[in-house]
């Protein structure tokens, strides 16, 4: 079975550029979600879908972020424009029809702001 | 509202000997909770999790949690460390399906030869 598929695996900007990350859930799975891991924390929720519905967006700095899932499978997820204190992991999860809550976990991007 | 506490930002055992990672969860109602290990440069991968069955779970590597409701507590436990433990393990909670699943800030397993 196929993991979940992220990219690019690192992505360095600088300030006030704009980058977009790309996700690819296991097939199947309706629900993607989209974490921000900053050096010495735990994931941080940015946006829950299930399908191509948005479930939670409650902590999605929505001046600068934004996510879509239209066809209700990939991805993607921008920052425009970045700041430095966005310099983190940006981890896509997905999951199995609801009720199961098991997380699979892609490899991550890691940002870098400078 | 949900939330999830490590209470260690760190701990450092000798190998062969026992291995205690703390969490306390709250939650309005009863909980779903799971533990997750992050191996340097490594994906997030899920070692165990209690969702209202038996209240002991068992989870690879020889890892275990008990769910204790009248501590509101879920600690992770192992009786033998080896030194391919080392890694970042993450306190996980979540009410239901469809809310929030909340990472504790985690607790970094060092082992010592």
């Known amino acids: 079975e196929a993991g979940v598929a992220q990219s690019p695996r690192y992505k360095i900007i600088e300030k006030r550029q704009s980058v977009a990350f790309w996700c690819n859930p296991i097939s199947g799975h309706a629900t993607l979600y989209w974490y921000q891991q900053i050096l010495g924390q735990g994931p941080k929720l940015l946006i829950q879908?299930?399908?191509?519905?948005?479930?939670?967006d409650s902590q999605l700095p929505k001046d600068r972020f934004s996510a879509e899932r239209l066809k209700g499978v990939d991805s993607t997820l921008k920052i425009q424009p970045a700041k430095l204190e966005d310099s983190a992991v940006y981890l896509c999860?997905?999951?199995?029809?609801?009720?199961?809550?098991?997380?699979?976990f892609g490899s991550g991007t890691q940002l870098s702001v400078l | 509202a949900q939330s999830v506490t490590q209470l260690d930002s760190h701990v450092s055992v000798s190998e062969g000997t026992p291995v205690l990672l703390r969490c306390n969860y709250s939650s309005s109602y009863s909980p779903s909770l799971f533990w997750y290990v992050q191996h340097p440069n490594k994906g997030l991968q899920l070692l165990l999790k209690?969702?209202?069955?038996?209240?002991l779970v068992k989870g690879i590597n020889g890892f275990e949690a008990e769910f204790k409701k009248s501590e509101t507590s879920f600690h992770l436990t192992k009786p033998s460390a080896h030194m391919s433990d080392a890694a970042e393990y993450f306190c996980v909670v979540s009410v239901n399906s469809a809310s929030k699943i909340i990472f504790g800030s985690g607790t970094r397993l060092s082992i010592r030869p």
């Open positions: 999860a997905s999951s199995a029809p609801v009720g199961r809550q098991k997380l699979f």
């Open positions: 879908f299930q399908n191509n519905g948005v479930v939670d």
């Open positions: 209690y969702t209202s069955a038996a209240t």
